[in-house]
């Protein structure tokens, strides 16, 4: 069984507060750029305000994991349902793919029929609230995030918002310099390629998900910080019950850690008591990680069988 920590649980709880901090912003937000898009017809300023209800969207399903999540083994999973963590994470990619990808298609359709006017003065001031809305809570859920999956992955949503708002800036920008000027024929479809330049740019997120979260289903070792302090407490363990160095595995899926010591004895020694003390110090060893720990003390006399 995994040992939940309090710096565990104190994890847990955070995370619930990044998403719902995540989740109240883009509530807002969505408002916001719902009713300045169609004031504005612009289509750029509605991609954000179709983008951000999808976000609030998937951040209320990662509330809904995390919490699935937390309630830890049970009878029909008896290793947890960390996975569930980059699974959910991986649909989130597609889910944004497919949004992405429906309005560059848009755009282009726009193009085609001769494109729509816009006002430059709207694009350029939208684009600017969404920016600072955008790294402000990109900037509040990076110093909450503590290593956890599902707020990193707000975060990045965010980060990549934000870029995309620096284009609408630019676009707003490109439009008023060109009035009056014999470019001013091509202001109608700026807003049009705003929508293709953000919408090509975004990509890179969920593309940056999805290959984050196969890397994690595969259960693989937690940051160098991270197997720097589990290799700490192992030593320091071993040297007080005078113990042979143990072969040690250790790996990281959502918010477990994995961590197995097999010890290839001589034959005749070790007991019960010593593998219940080894396991018992090495939980409280590591019990101020963000983690829940599930550590496995294996004893042999045969290396072939914990190798």
Not at 139 to 145: C, D, E, G, P
Request: proline fraction near 5%; charge should be negative.
């Amino acid at each position: 069984m995994p040992s939940l920590g309090t710096a565990a649980v104190a994890a847990q709880s955070l995370e619930q507060r990044a998403l719902r901090f995540s989740m109240w912003v883009s509530i807002g937000f969505a408002v916001v750029a719902i009713v300045w898009g169609l004031l504005e017809g612009s289509q750029v300023i509605l991609l954000d305000a179709v983008y951000t209800p999808l976000s609030l969207l998937l951040t209320w399903g990662s509330m809904l994991v995390a919490k699935v999540v937390s309630k830890g083994p049970s009878r029909l999973f008896p290793f947890g349902r960390d996975a569930l963590i980059p699974l959910f994470v991986i649909a989130q990619a597609f889910v944004l793919f497919g949004t992405l990808g429906y309005a560059i298609l848009e755009a282009i359709r726009v193009i085609r029929s001769g494109g729509a006017e816009v006002s430059g003065w709207s694009l350029l001031a939208y684009g600017l609230l969404s920016t600072a809305v955008c790294l402000v809570a990109w900037w509040v859920l990076r110093r909450m995030a503590n290593g956890q999956s599902l707020v990193e992955a707000e975060a990045a949503g965010w980060f990549a918002a934000g870029g995309s708002s620096v284009v609408i800036v630019a676009g707003g920008a490109f439009v008023l310099m060109v009035e009056g000027t014999p470019a001013a024929g091509l202001a109608p479809f700026a807003d049009s390629v705003l929508v293709m330049v953000s919408g090509v740019a975004l990509m890179a997120v969920p593309f940056g998900l999805m290959r984050r979260s196969i890397h994690e289903l595969q259960n693989p070792v937690p940051n160098p910080a991270v197997q720097q302090q589990v290799r700490e407490v192992v030593e320091s363990v071993r040297q007080q019950e005078g113990l042979p160095e143990p072969i040690l595995r250790i790996g990281r899926m959502g918010a477990t850690i994995t961590i197995e010591l097999g010890f290839v004895l001589e034959p005749g020694t070790g007991d019960v008591a010593c593998e219940d003390r080894v396991r018992r110090a090495v939980r409280e060893g590591l019990a101020e990680l963000p983690y829940e720990l599930w550590v496995v003390v294996e004893f042999s006399y045969d290396r072939a069988l914990v190798e």
